[in-house]
């Protein structure tokens, strides 16, 4: 494909913007999909379907556990890749998705760009890949079912009690718990395995990144971290690896790097922060924050502590 038929910029206003860019230039003079992103620590996509950040595209998603079906989808998630995306359009458009936009209307050259890629698919060898990759999930739709189906179960941990999601890692369930007030003996704390409270930790970072980030200190530690976490989060659900030691330091030092993470629940103010400070998490919620604000607050920066000490 030609350098100059890039994703355009999206125009849509009411999807947020996260953080200024001092490499604007450098990264829009990369093509689409075809110079590997040397830059980052892996490629990540937004998922077509539910919008989750995701690490590989053709494959059943971690979270929702569609995968594209058709040459078209095919195409759309090859071309919402962090390879020809920057990170802000990235996140808009898993924003955008979530927010059920049609992108094809939201980015102004998609539709032309989907439709150039599957009149060409012979004639272009870069996409005999994709297209073969695509046609083998259609010819196994019962295998890639099932396997979406396993992703969905471990990615969503629920309390063995109650049947509800966990959001802390290390917490008791918080369903469960707020029934038990007033009771007298200790509360047990979840059960979760060393590999559920990595997944419930790293899903929380991302959802709460995805969701409620609206700013930081360092724009270039959080995109690595971002990597990293989506990184992460696929090897623990797809392959049930926890990150080794060296994964485990890069990710510390990416955190230590971003140092905040400022959150305005889509208001003027910022209501609430989590910053590192010598290697100690603080975590800040304005009064103006409503119960569940302040919980999401709590709940990220019990989240971020659990990893940083893990
Ligand atoms: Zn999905
Ligand atoms: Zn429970």
Not at 124 to 150: H, T
Request: one cysteine or more; charged letters at 30%.
């Amino acid at each position: 494909m030609d350098k100059d038929k890039q994703i355009q910029k999206i125009q849509i206003r009411s999807i947020e913007k996260l953080g200024k860019k001092s490499d604007l230039a450098m990264r829009g003079l990369r093509a689409l999909g075809f110079v590997k992103d040397k830059k980052h620590f892996t490629i990540i996509y937004p998922c077509q379907f539910c919008g989750r950040l995701i690490n590989y595209a053709l494959t059943p998603c971690i979270f929702c556990g569609n995968y594209p079906k058709s040459g078209r989808e095919g195409v759309i998630a090859y071309l919402l890749s962090s390879n020809g995306l920057e990170f802000d359009d990235l996140m808009k458009i898993s924003k955008a998705i979530k927010d059920k936009f049609d992108l094809e209307l939201l980015i102004s050259n998609f539709r032309e760009l989907i439709d150039e890629i599957l009149k060409n698919k012979r004639g272009q060898p870069e996409y005999k890949l994709l297209f073969r990759m695509v046609e083998d999930s259609i010819n196994n739709k019962e295998r890639q079912r099932v396997v979406g189906l396993e992703y969905v179960k471990r990615s969503h941990i629920v309390c063995d009690r109650c049947g509800q999601e966990i959001t802390g890692a290390d917490l008791p369930c918080i369903h469960c718990f707020s029934q038990q007030q007033g009771v007298e003996k200790p509360f047990p704390p979840n059960n979760l395995s060393i590999t559920e409270k990595w997944i419930v930790a790293t899903n929380n970072l991302l959802l709460f990144t995805e969701n409620h980030l609206s700013n930081t200190d360092n724009v270039e530690g959080l995109e690595e971290l971002i990597f990293v976490s989506v990184y992460i989060i696929n090897r623990l659900i797809e392959k049930n690896e926890l990150p080794d030691d060296n994964l485990k330091s890069l990710w510390r030092d990416l955190f230590r790097k971003t140092k905040s993470f400022y959150t305005h629940f889509g208001g003027e103010i910022a209501k609430g922060s989590i910053r590192i400070e010598n290697d100690k998490i603080k975590i800040e919620a304005l009064e103006s924050c409503t119960g569940e604000e302040e919980f999401t607050i709590m709940a990220f920066g019990h989240n971020l502590s659990y990893l940083l000490k893990s």
